[in-house]
């Protein structure tokens, strides 16, 4: 029998029928997809119920291979499945099943019926990867359910009239692609700020910051506002014109965006802004929180002008929280995604020294911090959005090199950094800042991803 079958199975503190809606959702697809996976969703119409398709674009290294899936089996509140119409596999049956142990708990269970191409030498060749690609796949997706389901849950309360409406900047970006579809699962409604021809029926709205353009009634009535969008720090040389745009991209853009809503009629209750523990600058293995001082140079004097940004909107009443976000950790982006490659060959290892600190967080623990503040009426001003448990460079590089199975021999001296990246390296590469995330543990936030070598097992799949 060339034909394969495999059945995941969670128990989740949820009723069936929550856990199902969870799944039919906009946004659960993105969700559930590994953060180590390249997949483009390319269509998605009919939700989960019968007859629906789903196209999407699965990457095998540089190649790219089209995914045709079309749904079946719909059981309202119990089941759904999808049968590949074109793809990969020479057959693919996935049957997502919700059955009931209590009001309050349920087993979640995914069953894959799967046959590879090329008969037998395909399972010969292929069969214990694919078998083991699947086993952590559905790991990854199951924590992810239940992760979710779960915060959802607990700030359940926050929001006495159901979901929300959060309008977002950088949606696009690497935290609000990922916040975007968690919240919508979470049933708030999205509206995205794009600086493109806006699509009402998208949630879309447009604005152009450089020429101050964006219509304040769009923003009547939102309960909150997340501004995420900015200048990439990490890409590029910082020339002067370089520099120019992203204070630009920051204080002019928050600038704009905290005046429109000061003026409006009904504001949101929260604006909640990004901000970077840069703000600290190079302060050795100093513990950093968020009532110490700004540190010196190009990065801490951004930053402060920055969260200053804000001013007008308080002054109208608005709870305004600034996110000092860390080293977000993610294979989609970031410096988890630039390091990734010279590691997996084996030929990464410490910068400079090895001992300045890096304060990071998993991508999970920035949205779920970004709720948190958003439900959270107490907390206001600064947010150190960190793990609790920063490392040394040299730690990470042994802590990568290990979930990885490869050497971490080949450091990058500091004087090559700098020859390399200029002024950049020295902010970005070879600073340290030991940063403490007290109003997060303060207002009792679970983090989910605390230790890092966890983190990046469950991030990379290992």
């Not at 394969?4 to 809606?21: G, L, M, P, Q, Y």
């Not at 607990?154 to 009239?161: A, T």
């Not at 699962?185 to 029926?201: F, P, S």
């Not at 801490?300 to 929280?321: F, L, M, N």
Request: hydrophobic share 40%; proline share 4%; net charge positive.
């Amino acid at each position: 029998m060339l034909r394969d079958k495999v059945v995941f199975r969670t128990r989740i503190e949820a009723s069936a029928e929550e856990v199902f809606n969870w799944h039919a959702q906009e946004g659960a697809f993105e969700r559930l997809t590994p953060a180590w996976e390249k997949v483009k969703l390319l269509e998605r119409t009919g939700g989960i119920k019968n007859g629906a398709i789903t196209k999407l674009h699965v990457y095998m290294g540089p190649f790219k291979k089209l995914w045709v899936a079309r749904h079946l089996n719909y059981i309202e509140g119990r089941q759904f499945a999808d049968i590949q119409e074109q793809g990969p596999f020479a057959y693919w049956l996935h049957t997502h099943q919700m059955s009931s142990i209590s009001d309050n708990a349920s087993y979640l269970e995914d069953h894959i019926d799967y046959e590879l191409p090329l008969g037998w030498l395909g399972k010969i060749v292929a069969g214990s990867m694919v078998r083991n690609k699947l086993d952590k796949m559905f790991a990854y997706r199951h924590f992810i359910t239940n992760y979710d389901i779960s915060t959802h849950q607990i700030y359940r309360n926050f929001f006495p009239r159901g979901g929300m409406k959060v309008a977002i900047t950088g949606a696009s970006g690497l935290i609000g692609s990922a916040l975007t579809p968690f919240l919508k699962t979470g049933g708030h409604q999205v509206y995205r700020l794009v600086r493109t021809q806006a699509d009402d029926k998208k949630g879309e709205i447009f604005w152009q910051p450089s020429a101050k353009t964006l219509n304040p009634k769009a923003l009547e009535g939102m309960d909150a506002v997340i501004h995420l969008a900015g200048e990439n720090i990490a890409s590029g040389r910082w020339t002067d014109n370089k520099k120019a745009s992203i204070r630009d991209s920051r204080i002019a853009t928050t600038k704009f965006l905290a005046e429109v809503l000061a003026k409006l009629d009904n504001p949101p209750s929260v604006f909640v802004t990004a901000s970077a523990i840069g703000y600290y600058g190079n302060r050795g293995s100093e513990i950093l929180r968020e009532e110490s001082s700004v540190g010196t140079g190009f990065l801490p004097e951004v930053c402060k002008e920055w969260e200053a940004a804000t001013q007008v909107a308080t002054e109208r009443g608005i709870r305004v929280v600034h996110l000092r976000i860390g080293i977000v950790l993610t294979p989609q982006g970031g410096a988890l995604a630039k390091m990734l490659l010279p590691f997996q060959l084996g030929i990464g290892g410490r910068f400079g020294s090895g001992e300045q600190y890096m304060s990071w967080i998993a991508i999970d623990d920035v949205i779920g911090a970004i709720y948190h503040v958003i439900a959270n009426e107490q907390i206001t001003g600064a947010v150190n959005v960190v793990s609790p448990n920063p490392v040394t460079n040299a730690e990470f590089t042994k802590t990568l090199g290990k979930v990885l199975f490869r050497p971490t021999i080949f450091p990058m001296p500091s004087f090559a950094a700098k020859l390399v990246l200029g002024e950049m390296a020295d902010d970005l590469l070879l600073s340290s800042a030991r940063v403490h995330p007290g109003q997060l543990m303060a207002t009792s936030y679970n983090f989910r991803h605390s230790d890092l070598e966890g983190a990046l097992r469950h991030l990379l799949g290992k």
